[in-house]
């Protein structure tokens, strides 16, 4: 699937959305404030999670192609307890994964955790992928300052179908029986995805046929924060078999 946002694209949204999320902590009236979407997390938990999760990433495209796993940087700082300097820690891996990414271009090969799905294993798809990584946590972030944001519309509109291609798609068998679900957004795309013992295929419709076994309509804001579980399945328009979706979110294909 091509992404409806090109590579520079990408890499401006990322380093728009890191910094949403630096803004969002510093302005949180404290680090040590639960995130109201990952309960289990602080806010300084959140953004050492963040600001390490990128720095791995910016070593993995480093590492080139042929990388077998995830990189571990080497000598790389703790995340700082003071807000300041971890507002600055944050910035620099920010810095870090985005020169890895320009210096590698979109169509070199880089290791991924995804190499059952429907997306590439490219430094393009992982700086797609990234970017909703980013964007999902920024909301976290700016959540638990009591001012959260809409996601960028275009940030949610490549959202989607990031997810359904990435972390949905898959050749792991579907572990109940055929399904079809369909996912209409208000702003016009549509996909179906295709359950069955071959795993999850999913495509664009050009026209929806509106005969699936379950399907969902909402905004791509929504929906994406739908599919990372920060609002409810119910905040979307629902129909058909509801425990299809209810097997989607249980179902962990390895």
Excluded: N
């Excluded at 429907?118 to 909703?132: D, E, F, I, K, M």
């Excluded at 109940?176 to 179906?192: C, D, I, N, Q």
Aim: proline share 7%; aromatic share 8%; glycine share 6%.
């Amino acid at each position: 699937m091509q992404s409806t946002l090109d590579f520079p694209d990408l890499l401006r949204l990322i380093d728009e959305r890191s910094a949403a999320f630096r803004a969002a902590v510093a302005a949180a009236p404290s680090l040590d404030a639960q995130v109201p979407t990952c309960p289990d997390w602080t806010l300084f938990d959140l953004a050492r999670h963040l600001g390490e999760g990128r720095r791995a990433w910016a070593a993995t495209v480093a590492a080139g192609p042929d990388a077998t796993a995830k990189a571990t940087p080497v000598g790389a700082p703790a995340a700082p307890r003071e807000r300041a300097a971890l507002v600055a820690w944050l910035a620099d891996s920010t810095r870090q994964l985005l020169d890895a990414l320009r210096d590698a271009g979109p169509d070199r090969g880089c290791w991924t955790w995804w190499g059952a799905s429907q997306s590439p294993r490219t430094c393009g798809a992982v700086a797609r992928h990234q970017l909703q990584e980013i964007a999902v946590h920024t909301y976290d972030a700016q959540l638990t300052a009591g001012a959260p944001e809409p996601l960028p519309d275009d940030v949610a509109l490549d959202g989607v179908e990031d997810f359904l291609s990435t972390c949905c798609a898959t050749t792991h068998a579907w572990p109940h029986e055929p399904a079809t679900v369909e996912y209409y957004l208000t702003e016009g795309s549509s996909w179906r995805v295709w359950l069955s013992a071959d795993g999850a295929r999913v495509a664009r419709l050009a026209t929806p046929d509106h005969a699936p076994d379950a399907s969902a309509r909402a905004s791509a804001r929504d929906l994406v924060l739908a599919f990372y579980g920060r609002v409810p399945l119910d905040a979307l328009e629902l129909d058909g078999d509801r425990r299809v979706f209810d097997r989607l979110v249980a179902w962990e294909p390895g």
